[in-house]
């Protein structure tokens, strides 16, 4: 199980990584600082690099990194210019997403990297919910219910493999369009719900009993997570 280190100072960022990481079958550090985050290089396999670090200029340890040898980093930044990423993929990074990003896409491209690199990709099969009623293939981008594959949306895929992640806790409307469509989204909230209601027409007459709303707060998937057959 290759490990990741998530270097970024913003919680919320941090978390919306490590849900979607750990979902995809990686074990995730994380560090909130440069100081942190060069103390945890040997424990990694890949790194997640913000670049406006509290402490160390995210490019200083780009530097670093690449003094160790052949340690794969993807820089996460909000600085987008031509010339930041130039700077960037010179200094050793080998891919740069710039925010607003689509976790989906983050975990996509840790895996790209790490094949680049010969690593594994942690592929697995399909997890199952609800007496394998449910199934949902992260890597191929596919769900089917009750044996039938699902016509699903970009946004309504990323919503379902979201309130997935842990069965049972209430997703708010911020959470899901941050793990959907970027943090920077979060303007948009409300359209959740007409992407929500679409999701549970394609999953049939119970889909508000698969994807329950819990009012005032949000939705979570009510289907427990089988296990390993």
């Not at 160790?68 to 740069?96: C, F, K, M, N, W």
């Not at 596919?142 to 069965?167: I, K, N, R, Y």
């Not at 997703?171 to 719900?193: F, P």
Request: hydrophobic content about 40%.
């Amino acid at each position: 199980m290759p490990t990741v280190l998530v270097v970024e100072d913003e919680r919320d960022i941090r978390d919306i990584l490590r849900r979607y990481l750990e979902r995809a079958g990686f074990a995730v550090l994380t560090a909130m600082s440069g100081a942190e985050a060069l103390r945890l290089l040997s424990a990694c396999e890949l790194v997640l690099l913000d670049l406006g670090l509290p402490d160390i200029d995210g490019t200083d340890i780009l530097r670093e990194i690449h003094t160790l040898g052949t340690l794969p980093v993807i820089v996460l930044t909000a600085r987008s210019t031509t010339e930041d990423r130039i700077q960037g993929l010179d200094l050793g990074a080998d891919d740069y997403v710039t925010k607003p990003f689509s976790p989906h896409e983050v975990v996509l491209r840790v895996q790209a990297v790490l094949h680049r690199y010969g690593g594994s990709t942690t592929t697995t099969g399909p997890t199952s919910f609800g007496g394998r009623r449910l199934r949902i293939d992260d890597s191929a981008h596919q769900a089917w219910l009750d044996g039938t594959a699902l016509d699903l949306t970009p946004t309504e895929w990323g919503l379902l493999a979201a309130v997935s992640t842990a069965p049972g806790r209430v997703y708010s409307r911020y959470e899901l369009v941050n793990g959907v469509r970027g943090y920077e989204y979060a303007g948009y909230e409300r359209t959740i719900d007409s992407h929500i209601k679409n999701l549970r027409h394609k999953l049939g007459p119970g889909g508000a009993d698969i994807i329950e709303t819990v009012l005032g707060v949000g939705y979570r998937l009510a289907l427990r997570q089988d296990e390993p057959s």
